[in-house]
């Protein structure tokens, strides 16, 4: 079953945006679309890529653009859920993390059944997130005044708990890559 993906611009870097019949598979961020390609080459070896929109990339892309203009918190999108059941539990409480709040590891903890709860179980989640932004691990910081672990970067991660906690966001728009 083949794998289709487009790059597009955002005001984080490029993203690379990909899904099967089954739903969204990856989200990701990187500076380049080499970074991109290769993870996307890594994470699905065995299927045929296939540089091409289809229904559910353009919705998904629809709904990036409105979050990054500020016209939407939240995504509503079918995925394809890979993963372990432990990191599927932690990822579905990471979605229910408020749009501008920052949660410690420890809150989300809390909000989990006792064998996920550990540090490790959490970190083997954020570090295997494949869809950023989707599933909001840039709220969760390990301080109460600073940032956690987030796979796309530090500073990527400080632009999206500014962003999400400023009153006024500007209106940006994305292309696809021709």
């Known amino acids: 079953m083949p794998v289709e993906y487009c790059i ?49 990339l353009d919705q998904a892309f629809y709904q ?21 059941a432990q990191q599927q539990a932690i990822w579905q409480q990471i979605i229910q993390i408020p749009f501008g709040q920052q949660w410690s590891y420890q809150q989300l903890a809390q909000t989990l059944p006792t064998p996920y709860q550990a540090a490790h179980a959490i970190n083997q989640a954020l570090r295997h997130n494949p869809l950023a932004l989707i599933i909001p691990c840039h709220r969760l910081s390990n301080s109460p005044q600073g940032l956690g672990y987030y796979r796309w970067g530090r500073v990527r991660q400080q632009q999206l708990c ?15 890559m021709s």
Do not use: K
């Open 8 to 56: 597009q611009t955002s005001p984080f870097g490029r993203l690379l945006l990909a899904a099967a019949s089954e739903g969204l598979l990856l989200a990701s961020f990187a500076d380049d679309d080499s970074e991109l390609l290769a993870e996307l080459t890594e994470a699905y070896p065995e299927r045929l890529l296939l540089y091409r929109s289809n229904t559910l």
């Open 64 to 84: 990036y653009q409105a979050y990054f203009s500020g016209q939407r918190q939240q995504f509503a999108l079918p995925i394809a859920w890979h993963g372990s």
């Open 162 to 176: 500014d962003r999400e906690a400023s009153p006024v966001i500007a209106t940006y728009s994305m292309e696809m």
